[in-house]
């Protein structure tokens, strides 16, 4: 059965504490996987990797996927209150583009002024 | 970026009745469009695949006849919730896909979700 799976499923830390935000899946035929960040609405895209081992980065926050070990971590630096939200990773597989995608459960990431 | 909006945002109503949801796609045309709905402290969980011009593809345990899928054109996809009842209530959210130009690469960008209550 394909499954994503992340990790810690909730984290609580204070203002510029780094965090890390692990994702692995065990999918057929891995096409790319996403992050993405919900706050009280719905998810923003935040990164889309399908290459191993190069690093995409916006802000204080990047991304890197490991094919190898079917996973990819989430980086937050300097952390600020506003970075408080429910963080998704999904996966795109399929023989077929469907584009459909499979969510983690997300880690809900708490910071504490 | 894309942009992709829902109305309504949110809506309660009675048990037994139908609700419309709809999800569009502002400055982009969308060949697919996804729905989803998410329980409280849930993640998001896949319903259809919405394609314009054609079936919805439903994921298995999604009732078709229950939750109606049309994609009428390249902006525009509606979901339906029939005879409703309180077992409905959730967030439901669509999303739509845009191709980024590469062979596996594409992003979804997500409507900003409408809320159900059902009572």
């Known amino acids: 059965e394909d499954k994503v799976v992340q990790s810690p499923l909730s984290l609580v830390v204070h203002e510029g504490d780094t965090v890390t935000l692990n994702c692995s899946y065990e999918v057929t035929n891995f096409r790319s996987l996403l992050w993405y960040k919900q706050e009280k609405k719905a998810p923003t895209f935040l990164f889309m990797l399908t290459s191993s081992g190069i690093e995409k980065k916006s802000g204080r926050l990047s991304s890197i996927l490991d094919k190898k070990e079917l996973s990819s971590i989430l980086n937050i630096t300097a952390t600020q209150t506003g970075d408080s939200a429910i963080y998704l990773c999904a996966v795109n597989h399929g023989s077929s583009n469907t584009g459909k995608l499979i969510f983690g459960q997300g880690t809900t990431l708490q910071v504490k002024p | 970026g894309a942009v992709v909006s829902q109305h309504p945002s949110w809506v309660i109503c009675k048990s037994g009745t139908s609700v419309k949801i709809e999800c569009r796609s502002l400055d982009f045309q969308a060949t697919t469009m996804f729905w989803y709905r998410q329980f409280p402290k849930q993640s998001l969980m896949l319903m259809a695949t919405s394609n314009e011009g054609s079936k919805a593809t439903y994921e298995q345990g999604v009732e078709k006849d229950k939750f109606l899928i049309n994609h009428a054109s390249l902006t525009l996809s509606t979901l339906t919730v029939t005879s409703a009842h309180p077992e409905d209530s959730s967030f439901y959210i669509c999303?739509?896909?845009?191709?980024?130009?590469?062979?596996?690469?594409?992003?979804?960008?997500f409507g900003p979700g409408t809320r159900l209550t059902v009572t």
């Open positions: 999303s739509a896909r845009a191709p980024t130009g590469t062979p596996s690469g594409y992003e979804q960008y």
